[in-house]
């Protein structure tokens, strides 16, 4: 007996077990053949997959982006695009582009493979394919969460008489001290001070000002993955504080604010920063 369309729709947006759920360069990431296996279940395998064209494509002067490694900003390789459709019996037809990077030593085949791969999970996605999970957060592994859902999901957990100094953290990001009545500031910890004196400079430290810039430039980007990316980079108490004050907006304060707390690094020096640039930004916004 054929299925429905509210019969398919229901099995392709289900939720996928949380093992195959991996991260891949700090994006949550279901491998293809997962994806392909939905798409036999949801259509008792009575689905066409299309490959309508595909361009190998070097825009690497007009892309660029940062070593991982080394910090260092660099031209886009080369590219290979794919655009392809996928179309469901009583569904219709979803069309999208895949792209995948021509690294050093890798052939045009493996670039092609890549990119088909993409173009159908893109496809697939327009149908609700790991949809929810990927990139509307609903039900996701703990670890492969982003900071502020972690954040709320440890929160949730605990019992509500309990309240340690991760959840104190992270009310104080939310709330101003008018808001929360039981707001009290840590005291500084004497053997950071340090680390994150007033009068230090970013001239006296090429690391400290490389730091600086590259945070400059994740704020100027604006997104979570940015944020998120410069964050990890944050391997010291004066590079969490630096940020706290850089921060262009109560957005970014919140999102660093989490991020230390999910990463086991909010300080009461970190915690006095904040405080700082929140009433900074906050007198200025009137």
Same mark, same amino acid.
């Given at each position: ?128 394919? %790991? *949809?929810?999970?990927?990139?509307? /957060?609903?039900?996701? @592994?703990?670890?492969?969460? #982003?900071?502020?859902? $972690?954040? !709320? ?103 660093? %604010? *989490?991020?230390?707390?999910?990463? /086991?690094?909010?300080? @009461?020096?970190?915690?006095? #920063?904040?405080?700082? $640039?929140? !009433? ?7």
């Amino acid at each position: 007996m054929s299925k429905t369309p509210a019969e398919i729709t229901a099995k392709l947006v289900e939720s996928f077990p949380h093992d195959v759920i991996e991260d891949k360069q700090g994006k949550r990431y279901i491998a293809a053949e997962h994806i392909i296996w939905r798409l036999i279940e949801a259509t008792g395998n009575n689905y066409e997959w299309r490959i309508d064209a595909h361009e190998y494509r070097n825009d690497g002067t007009l892309r660029d982006r940062t070593d991982r490694k080394t910090g260092e900003t660099i031209p886009a390789p080369p590219v290979c695009v794919v655009h392809g459709t996928l179309t469901i019996p009583g569904l219709g037809s979803r069309s999208d582009s895949g792209v995948q990077e021509m690294e050093a030593g890798q052939g045009a085949d493996a670039a092609y493979k890549g990119a088909v791969s993409d173009c159908l999970k893109r496809c697939a996605r327009l149908f609700g394919v %790991g *949809l929810r999970q990927l990139y509307m /957060g609903e039900d996701v @592994p703990a670890h492969l969460q #982003a900071p502020k859902e $972690r954040a !709320a999901s440890r929160a949730q957990s605990r019992p509500s008489t309990r309240v340690d100094a991760t959840e104190a953290a992270v009310r104080n990001l939310t709330e101003t001290p008018r808001e929360n009545p039981e707001y009290k500031r840590p005291e500084p910890n004497p053997s950071l001070a340090s680390q994150v004196r007033n009068g230090r400079t970013d001239t006296e430290d090429p690391k400290r000002a490389a730091f600086k810039s590259q945070a400059e430039k994740a704020f100027a980007d604006g997104s979570t993955e940015a944020i998120e990316k410069i964050c990890d980079s944050a391997d010291s108490p004066g590079k969490w504080v630096m940020l706290a004050t850089l921060a262009p907006n109560l957005t970014a304060i919140e999102a660093i %604010g *989490l991020a230390a707390v999910d990463r /086991g690094a909010y300080s @009461p020096h970190l915690d006095t #920063a904040i405080t700082k $640039r929140k !009433a900074e930004l906050e007198s200025a916004a009137q």
